[in-house]
Nanobody, 135 residues
Framework: QSQLVESGGGLVQPGGSLRLSCAAS????????IGWFRQAPGKEREGVSC??????????YYADSVEGRFTISRGNSENTVYLEMNSMKAEDTGVYYC??????????????????????????WGQGTQVTVSS
C-alpha cells in the first residue's frame, strides 16, 4: 500500500527551528513532484514549498512567506523529503502535510509551481503533522 508519513512536528519558540520529514512507503519519489503544504486554523491550505527532480537538476519553489527561512531537500534515499524550517514565526503554525503528484499527470508536465499553487493537488497525501510556534 502506497502512503506518505510526516514526522518532526512539535512546539517551537519564535525564532526557533524544526525539521520535518516525509517518508514514502510502497513507492519512490523519483517520478513525482513533492510538496509541503500547511493549513492554519480557519484558513485554506497553502503550498509552502515544492521540489522536483534530484541532485543538481532539481527545481524548487517557496511561498513568499517562507522564502529564505525554509529549505526543502531530498534525502539520500529515493523515498524521503525534508523541510528545514528556521527563524520560525507564529504565523508558521498549522498542520503540515506532505504530498506527491506524478510529474507527468494526464499527459501534462507538472512543475513545482503547478504543485505548490494548487491547494489540494492530485496524488498521495500524508496525515499531517502539527507545528506550533509559540512562546
Amino acid at each position: 500500500q502506497s502512503q506518505l508519513v510526516e514526522s518532526g512536528g512539535g512546539l517551537v519558540q519564535p525564532g526557533g527551528s524544526l525539521r520535518l520529514s516525509c517518508a514514502a512507503s510502497g513507492f519512490t519519489f523519483g517520478p513525482f513532484v513533492i510538496g509541503w503544504f500547511r493549513q492554519a486554523p480557519g484558513k485554506e491550505r497553502e503550498g509552502v514549498s515544492c521540489i522536483s527532480g534530484s541532485g543538481g537538476s532539481s527545481t524548487t519553489y517557496y511561498a513568499d512567506s517562507v522564502e529564505g527561512r525554509f529549505t526543502i531537500s531530498r534525502g539520500n534515499s529515493e523515498n524521503t523529503v525534508y523541510l528545514e524550517m528556521n527563524s520560525m514565526k507564529a504565523e508558521d503554525t498549522g498542520v503540515y502535510y506532505c504530498a506527491a503528484r506524478a510529474r507527468i499527470d494526464r499527459y501534462r508536465f507538472i512543475t513545482v509551481q503547478d504543485m505548490c499553487l494548487t491547494p489540494t493537488p492530485r496524488g498521495y497525501w500524508g496525515q499531517g503533522t502539527q507545528v506550533t510556534v509559540s512562546s
